[in-house]
T-cell receptor, first 114, second 111 residues
Framework: ETGVTQTPRHLVMGMTNKKSLKCEQH?????MYWYKQSAKKPLELMFV???????ENNSVPSRFSPECPNSSHLFLHLHTLQPEDSALYLC?????????????FGSGTRLTVV | TQLLEQSPQFLSIQEGENLTVYCNSS?????LQWYRQEPGEGPVLLVT?????EVKKLKRLTFQFGDARKDSSLHITAAQTGDTGLYLC???????????FGGGTRLMVKP
């Protein structure tokens, strides 16, 4: 596989469930990102990892918990979510953390919280 | 925080028409990127412009970076239904920090 792969593509979960989103990149990139994309809102940066260390946490509620076990994998653990957390969650990677490298995005996970 | 405003937010046109969408800021960017996001997919990088006044062409798409590096435009000639999607601009500040994304222009090209 090439590029950035996200699983699952679609997820429906109850407010009391615990689930995880997975992202995998096969590009040899050193930085990985989680973004939230809601209808009629700009992309919201959630977390940034550079060389497996978290470098940015944009005031994200603690019900979202990221994990980066190595430079190729990124997870987003979800628990006790709210209906307003329903959105498209996008993972991206880049060669370095500087923005001028450009980002490669996955296809996203469409999350619905019921 | 550097803000990027994109206009129009929505655009619906017929196949074959030309269009221009804009990306504006009061801040200077060292470079600016354009992405297209098709329904059900993630954004895909189309182009990066670096020099003030730079013009880049990608088939029927023409990208221009403003002379002062505060704004950019994307012009599509003879739009096709396959051009339908969300067009996002993203800027890098002079410190080389992470990308700042605009709110996007949602384009629909009707057959």
């Amino acid at each position: 596989e090439t590029g950035v792969t996200q699983t699952p593509r679609h997820l429906v979960m109850g407010m009391t469930n615990k689930k995880s989103l997975k992202c995998e990149q096969h590009l040899g990139h050193n930085a990985m990102y989680w973004y939230k994309q809601s209808a009629k809102k700009p992309l919201e940066l959630m977390f940034v990892y550079s060389l497996e260390e978290r470098v940015e946490n944009n005031s994200v509620p603690s019900r979202f918990s990221p994990e980066c076990p190595n430079s190729s994998h990124l997870f987003l653990h979800l628990h006790t979510l709210q209906p307003e957390d329903s959105a498209l969650y996008l993972c991206a990677s880049s060669q370095g953390i500087q923005g001028n490298y450009g980002y490669t995005f996955g296809s996203g996970t469409r999350l619905t919280v019921v | 925080t550097q803000l990027l405003e994109q206009s129009p937010q929505f655009l619906s046109i017929q196949e074959g028409e030309n269009l221009t969408v804009y990306c504006n800021s009061s801040s200077v960017f060292s470079s600016l990127q354009w992405y297209r996001q098709e329904p059900g997919e993630g954004p895909v990088l189309l182009v990066t412009v670096v020099t003030g006044g730079e013009v880049k062409k990608l088939k029927r798409l023409t990208f221009q970076f403003g002379d002062a590096r505060k704004d950019s435009s994307l012009h599509i000639t003879a739009a096709q239904t396959g051009d339908t999607g969300l067009y996002l601009c993203a800027g890098v500040d002079n410190a080389g920090n992470m990308l700042t994304f605009g709110g996007g222009t949602r384009l629909m090209v009707k057959p």
